[in-house]
């Protein structure tokens, strides 16, 4: 699978909640074509996020569920706790295959990286070195990665499951001591980096 799609709701105070059950029966009526693949709330970061992840057989089947949610009176049936949705889409990185659905989690980390305009075909050659040591049995498993294909571009979006917060902080922090991250000639190639960390919906696949 190759494309894929990222929605990001921000909701009133206090409604998560009573959201969850809504969106996890309105994901149901997503037509042929279109997967599920997580549904996250923000834990760290920007409060009161719900993000969910999904995934598409083709170019196709994105455009006619788009269609469908756009044109609905309440696409995702939280509309009444709603203050802001976002939709971005993305590619899969060609050589990182993401993790089957099942328990990674539960604390999963996106990171989200704006880039310089030529930034993102040296950020792949240096992913392509790296990932495979950096998600080895000595550190930690990447869930999947992504380029940008809508909004600001180019940028991309790298999502990963912990066991603990405590996890996180020694693999990174082992990670960066013994040169197995970041990739090589990747920090030229940045301009912005934003991270949330987030707990699995219950319904969610990636838990």
Same mark, same amino acid.
Request: no cysteine; net charge positive.
């Given at each position: 699978m190759k494309l894929f799609e990222l929605l990001t709701f921000t909701l009133r105070v206090r409604t998560v909640p009573q959201a969850l059950p809504r969106l996890e029966q309105s994901l149901r009526e997503a037509g042929e074509g279109v997967h599920l693949m997580g549904c996250w709330v923000s834990e760290i970061g920007s409060q009161n996020l719900i993000a969910v992840l999904r995934g598409f057989d083709d170019g196709g089947c994105r455009e006619r569920e788009r269609e469908r949610y756009l044109l609905a009176s309440d696409g995702f049936a939280i509309g009444e706790f709603l203050l802001e949705q976002q939709v971005d889409d993305y590619s899969a990185f060609d050589f990182v295959e993401p993790l089957p659905p099942g328990a990674h989690g539960p604390f999963y980390e996106l990171r989200e990286y704006n880039l310089v305009p030529s930034g993102?075909? *040296?950020?792949? @050659? #240096? =992913?392509?070195? %790296?990932?495979? @040591? !950096?998600? #080895?049995?000595d550190y930690s498993q990447v869930y999947a990665a992504f380029y940008a294909t809508s909004g600001q571009i180019p940028r991309y979006l790298h999502i990963w499951p912990y066991s603990s917060l405590e996890?996180?902080?020694?693999? !990174?922090? @082992? %990670?960066?001591?013994? #040169?197995? =991250? *970041?990739?090589?000639?990747?920090?030229?190639?940045l301009l912005q980096m934003h991270f949330t960390v987030y707990l699995p919906a219950p319904f969610s696949p990636l838990r």
């Open positions: 993102l075909a *040296p950020t792949l @050659r #240096g =992913w392509v070195k %790296a990932v495979e @040591r !950096r998600t #080895g049995p996890q996180r902080l020694e693999v !990174r922090t @082992r %990670a960066v001591a013994e #040169g197995a =991250w *970041p990739p090589e000639n990747s920090a030229p190639q």
